[in-house]
T-cell receptor, first 114, second 113 residues
Framework: DQQVKQNSPSLSVQEGRISILNCDYTNSMFDYFLWYKKYPAEGPTFLISISSIKDKNEDGRFTVFLNKSAKHLSLHIVPSQPGDSAVYFC?????????????FGTGTLLAVQP | NAGVTQTPKFQVLKTGQSMTLQCAQDMNHNSMYWYRQDPGMGLRLIYYSASEGTTDKGEVPNGYNVSRLNKREFSLRLESAAPSQTSVYFCALGDRGATGELFFGEGSRLTVL
């Protein structure tokens, strides 16, 4: 049973436009949500996160929105740049003591066309 | 990915062979994790360790063993490799913190023939 779902395997956007990546979750115990970016042959790198007590977090061109009632979060990238082309993973964690086990979605491949 | 070192980066094994993936950190985190990434499956947690000498199973532990002998190192062992274990393996580390972030290594690509 997939607790974190990314239903769009890929997304293509023109340079300068907005990219919107979506993620749904099923476990209401999740209290932190994160977005990771991954280039080929590299490890995932942290992009932005949001606590479940917030509904928006912004960092430069990246904004994450959380809708707890719908169990849905989204990542907005504005404006999109060719260097943003990568696989984006949504992840979530539930409070469990000192460890921080992340549950990942299957990823969305973003292609930003020049 | 500075601070998390994985070895080897590439390995080809025959079915039934054994091998150990090594992970070392210099970031002073207590918690360390092993994930595998497969096409269309995202990253799945194999095992994790909350501190030196403790380990726990994740989502997909079958066919693997781990060892956390000290704070710096966390190894993943395949005792009898199977083609289903062909994957990219990532070591990660991070304790519960302000952002919930984990730091990942660059990955180890394993092929089992």
């Amino acid at each position: 049973d997939q607790q974190v779902k990314q239903n769009s395997p890929s997304l293509s956007v023109q340079e300068g436009r907005i990219s919107i990546l979506n993620c749904d979750y099923t476990n209401s115990m999740f209290d932190y949500f994160l977005w990771y970016k991954k280039y080929p042959a590299e490890g995932p790198t942290f992009l932005i996160s949001i606590s479940s007590i917030k509904d928006k977090n912004e960092d430069g061109r990246f904004t994450v929105f959380l809708n707890k009632s719908a169990k849905h979060l989204s990542l907005h990238i504005v404006p999109s740049q060719p260097g943003d082309s990568a696989v984006y993973f949504c992840a979530a964690s539930a409070w469990g003591g000192a460890t921080n086990k992340l549950i990942f979605g299957t990823g969305t491949l973003l292609a930003v066309q020049p | 990915n500075a601070g998390v070192t994985q070895t080897p980066k590439f390995q080809v094994l025959k079915t039934g062979q054994s091998m150990t993936l090594q992970c070392a950190q210099d970031m002073n985190h207590n918690s360390m994790y092993w994930y595998r990434q497969d096409p269309g499956m995202g990253l799945r947690l194999i095992y994790y360790s909350a501190s030196e000498g403790t380990t726990d199973k994740g989502e997909v532990p079958n066919g693997y063993n781990v060892s956390r002998l000290n704070k710096r190192e966390f190894s993943l062992r395949l005792e009898s490799a199977a083609p289903s274990q062909t994957s990219v393996y990532f070591c990660a580390l991070g304790d519960r913190g302000a952002t919930g972030e984990l730091f990942f290594g660059e990955g180890s690509r394993l092929t089992v023939l």
